[in-house]
């Protein structure tokens, strides 16, 4: 259980995930936050991991830091997003193990199960398939951060603990052109073609896929709560337990920004896994759910978009 004095460390703490934690710990009265950026501290160097750990001394661990991207920057930057991934993990896991972290919350993704695995997919289908081609080293590394929290368990007694989150979206999501996730790229695709006037937006693939969302505060309120109230070894799925189609969501995300041209879907490019829906009866068993509609949090995001003025080029 985390209390208010303990020295928090956040890794990742200007990513999506990672500052959602951040504001979740500072609602909750949380104070003695630590976090670097990459400038300031390199995670993929082992030295200047073990130097910040044996300085700082955190008693709790959010390994939220990782290089992350769509389909099209994980299957170009394949050998990076295998590298530093794994880097990362290790790094961190190991520092915490030297140092005595009490407890470390270690975040994998739901590109880890295999690409043909039964909808919807439960924690126990991990390594029973062929991974997604075009994300496949970045699902090896998340493996391996979450083998290696397995085994610091069950060598050192570690308590390590690894979650799965869903899709995620919200505040301080990655809009960049090439190598954002659906949900962001559908925000900025469809931002611009509102402000250019523009009469249709393509999208890559059919639209039929399937996906879940999880606004990425819902997703830190999980982590919190694991971290105070869950301690074994197995994965936890952590999402909303439905699903919608690349369409569906197509047509949620047009309304919400006001475009009004036409949709085109383009066949030639990818679809991707078919459908990822995360089996989260675990979770909601151990007493938490999400609260934001995914209309509620594309609100929100959008808004977040707007206000940050991610896009200065199209003002």
């Not at 044996?54 to 920057?73: C, D, Q, R, S």
């Not at 880097?87 to 690409?115: D, E, M, R, T, W």
């Not at 073609?193 to 937006?201: F, H, M, P, Y």
């Not at 819902?218 to 799925?237: G, P, Q, R």
Request: aromatic share 10%.
């Amino acid at each position: 259980m985390m209390n208010l004095a303990d020295k928090i460390y956040i890794a990742g703490h200007n990513g999506l995930v990672g500052s959602a934690i951040v504001r979740a710990l500072e609602q909750k009265g949380f104070t003695n936050l630590l976090y670097r950026t990459s400038k300031e501290l390199d995670l993929r160097n082992q030295a200047a991991v073990d130097n910040f750990f044996t300085n700082e001394k955190p008693n709790f661990v959010f390994l939220a830091a990782g290089k992350v991207g769509g389909i099209v920057a994980n299957n170009t930057y394949r050998a990076d997003f295998l590298y530093d991934n794994l880097l990362i993990a290790a790094n961190i896991i190991h520092a915490s193990h030297k140092n005595n972290v009490n407890k470390l919350l270690f975040l994998g993704s739901s590109c880890i199960y295999p690409k043909m695995a039964p909808q919807p997919i439960k924690e126990e289908y991990l390594l029973t398939g062929a991974l997604e081609n075009t994300n496949e080293p970045y699902a090896i590394a998340k493996i391996a951060g979450i083998k290696l929290c397995e085994n610091y368990r069950e060598q050192y007694g570690a308590n390590y603990i690894s979650v799965m989150p869903t899709n995620l979206y919200g505040i301080n999501d990655n809009y960049h052109p090439q190598n954002s996730h659906v949900l962001p790229a559908l925000i900025r695709r469809f931002h611009e073609a509102k402000i250019s006037d523009l009469k249709e937006v393509t999208i890559w693939g059919s639209g039929n896929p399937r996906r879940e969302f999880l606004y990425a505060d819902d997703l830190a309120e999980a982590c919190l709560f694991l971290m105070n109230n869950y301690n074994e070894k197995e994965i936890v799925n952590i999402g909303c337990g439905e699903d919608i189609s690349i369409k569906e969501l197509a047509e949620i995300v047009k309304e919400v920004i006001g475009y009004k041209g036409n949709l085109k879907f383009d066949i030639t490019k990818p679809d991707g896994t078919p459908r990822k829906l995360l089996d989260v009866s675990k979770i909601h068993t151990l007493g938490w759910h999400h609260t934001t509609t995914l209309r509620d949090g594309l609100k929100k995001a959008y808004q977040n978009f707007l206000t940050k003025q991610l896009l200065p080029s199209l003002v």
